[in-house]
């Protein structure tokens, strides 16, 4: 006698979850013979009944099609609800009555678990469910399966990231075409890899909550997303990507936790200069990377596709395939103590930063006495040539150096209308 | 009451089998919180039982050295056997007695599992056990997990990587340090990235080992080890090296897996000219790396360390915990069909091919002639200055041509002393 099917849930049929039904079906024989029963989906809840959908009609029932959520998170036939919607409040919602009626949960949600995620990990944990989230972070790259399986005879001691596609591909853009933020950003919203609305993406806030649950996997506790500083890519000038690759750099922008020596964390997502030769740098357009180091292996890299319909779905595939095969996730450690955030004041870097200084004799030499004065060692200088008279862009390497120290000088700095005339720009350097 | 621990035994200590019993005493604590209850050691088999051991008498009670397999084997408290002793015929004959005796099993050893794998799966399978083999590839890189798990919803199209770190130090250091091959190979061996007997890594047999069991997950079939066409690094010169550099290449001996449209694998490992461009070509010393291609992601690359104590035991302990969880790694495909593995004779690749020509007029426009009229396209061609009357080194980069079309004109050109003088050298160029 055949084995009754493995009967999932959809809540959401964009682009996401059209993904996901058309590698369900494409991948049916295959799975079916992994799992030693078929998946089914049972049903798909989605916001707009009456909307035609060509491109999935070959893939499920006509009948899956429903506009009520409870038709999954509270049908008893349903194993495994996978949350593709879209959201945070809602999705929430769904997620916790599917854990409470005794399913599985699979999700491609960042911003609800980064935000929620502590909440809905407790009540999976209660009910003896879980959650799998590998489509949340990096699309394609199996990054939590990673931390949280291949890696776990590991301390992990630094992570840095490129997570957010649509960032990545306007510094991309800025850098190869020698384009403004502007027109980098319009260009990827032409071409489908950035929203009508990118602040999400653009402030750093999509790659902070990706962050959030790396962190929470490698710190082995939760990490609240404010606890994470953030800064976004939209000061990125193109004269800060020329002078960067004038002295060897490209500009990224980075997730970042490191481990310090007592066990506290350092977790920010800023612009970066990261050294062309280094392999994040070479990262281009939408794809993602993450690069970490543990205390057996080293170093280990991985980079792949970061967003777009297939690459997410191929990643909540697998978590069906997981959960199926009742797999399940390492979701905690031993103590689940919360390590001390160290605050970015205290986090010490070399800085890129570039000065407008007016075009006075010996201005140069009272600006780099200012930073000397503020124990802001000077590395390297840079002036290209101006006219006469006009503010002249000048750009300083420093050594590393507490963040604070930084922050300070630049505030007072500004105000020194007898030296500056015109931006003054900070972007800190990834050794 | 606390839980009663995971009894595991290990067969062999040396440097894997330390590493292994370091780690799961450092990550002790998380381990145990994750599992519910602690990893314990139980026994471990050594060769020679009256060898002091200070480096691992902190990780494991006194009494737990034996010289006897069975009492790993044939022990009822173990659950699971870690098998890192090397060799193939006994480690087989242990995992088989493991497997029959109702264990898991968890193995470094590539070359049992290349050569006898189907029958060692198949006993698992018939038992209802398990073999996981994560550490046998790449060291460090959970690249079976990813293959088996991770990217289960894609057909993998393409597969090419470094996974032999002995090479790769070697094809390295000649580039860098511009050492020949039996300099290179000297300081790898005292550098202890080389065996004192090579043979096995520079042939290439340890790759195609390799690469046999990554086709095994992605062909989703038993790809015997002598289907695998098979070259190593030994004729590999620094002036090869040199000159791939200048035309923009770097040589690495790669294991390759293409699938072709009709569903048959061409499998071949060999040395391969790959662009400095390319990431794969950036990898450098010991380290090992694969680059994916699947049907949902497109391209996907990671690397790390690809040997040494830790590396190798960080995925040991990977798959210890994998075990003791209970995920069963996914063994084998709906159908089971073996592929069909293209010959080498039909794969058709660019090459680099060196000759070295006599110093006569109009040697050079007869040996393009004769590529000429054997249907091999000449792409591009470098001679450097030569000393008058000597023979001159000429360096062809073809177009795509079929594999046997180029080896039976370098093997009716070898006899051609009214051409040459010198030898003749062909490396594949991987695009």
């Keep these: 006698m055949a084995k009754s099917p493995y009967q ?21 024989d295959v799975l079916a ?11 798909v809840v989605v916001r707009d009944l009456e909307k035609t959908r060509h491109n999935v009609y070959g893939f499920v029932k006509p009948d899956v099609f429903t506009g009520d959520p409870a038709d999954v998170t509270g049908n008893p036939e349903i194993e495994l609800v996978v949350e593709v919607a879209g959201g945070v409040d809602e999705p929430l919602q769904w997620m916790k009555e599917s854990l409470s009626n005794g399913k599985d949960v699979v999700t491609a949600n960042k911003a609800a678990l980064a935000l929620h995620g502590d909440e809905l990990f407790q009540l999976a944990a209660s009910s003896k469910r879980s959650v799998y989230y590998e489509a949340s972070v990096a699309a394609a790259i199996p990054i939590i399966e990673i931390l949280q399986n291949g890696l776990v005879a590991n301390q992990i001691t630094h992570l840095s990231g490129i997570l957010n596609g649509t960032c990545n591909y306007i510094l991309t853009r800025m850098e190869e075409a020698g384009l403004g933020y502007g027109e980098a950003l319009e260009e990827a919203q032409q071409k489908g890899f950035a929203e009508a609305d990118p602040t999400l993406d653009v402030s750093g806030d999509d790659s902070a909550h990706k962050l959030a649950l790396l962190a929470r996997i490698i710190t082995h506790s939760h990490i609240p997303v404010e606890k994470i500083f953030t800064e976004g890519i939209e000061e990125i000038t193109a004269e800060d990507i020329a002078f960067a690759a004038s002295l060897g750099y490209r500009i990224k922008l980075l997730s970042i936790g490191s481990r310090h ?40 890299l991985v980079y792949g596709s ?9 990643s909540v595939v697998a978590d069906i395939v997981r959960a199926a095969k009742g797999d399940r996730p390492i979701m905690n450690s031993a103590n689940g103590q919360s390590p001390e955030i160290v605050s970015i004041d205290r986090v010490a870097v070399r800085n890129y930063i570039r000065v407008t200084v007016l075009d006075l004799p010996g201005v140069l030499g009272r ?46 700095l500004r105000e020194r209308t007898d030296l500056l005339n015109g931006p003054t720009t900070r972007i800190r350097i990834e050794d």
Tied chains: 1, 2.
Excluded: Y
């Design 8 to 28: 999932i849930g959809l809540i959401g049929c964009g682009t996401v979850g059209t993904g996901v039904l058309e590698l369900l079906h494409r991948r049916r």
């Design 33 to 43: 013979g992994i799992l030693g029963r078929p998946i089914e989906v049972s049903k």
């Design 367 to 412: 600006v780099t006495s200012f930073f000397g004065m503020k124990s802001i060692n000077i590395q390297s200088m840079q002036q290209p040539e101006a006219k006469h008279g006009q503010p002249v862009p000048v750009v300083l390497v420093t050594h590393a150096v507490e963040d604070e120290v930084v922050s300070r000088a630049l505030d007072e």
């Design 306 to 314: 970061g967003a777009g319909s297939f690459p997410t779905a191929s």
């Design 261 to 300: 020596e007592d066990g506290s964390w350092d977790l920010r997502v800023h612009p970066s200069l990261v050294h062309r030769d280094e392999v994040l740098a070479q990262v281009r357009k939408e794809v993602n990377a993450v690069q970490v180091k543990g205390d057996a292996i080293g170093p280990m």
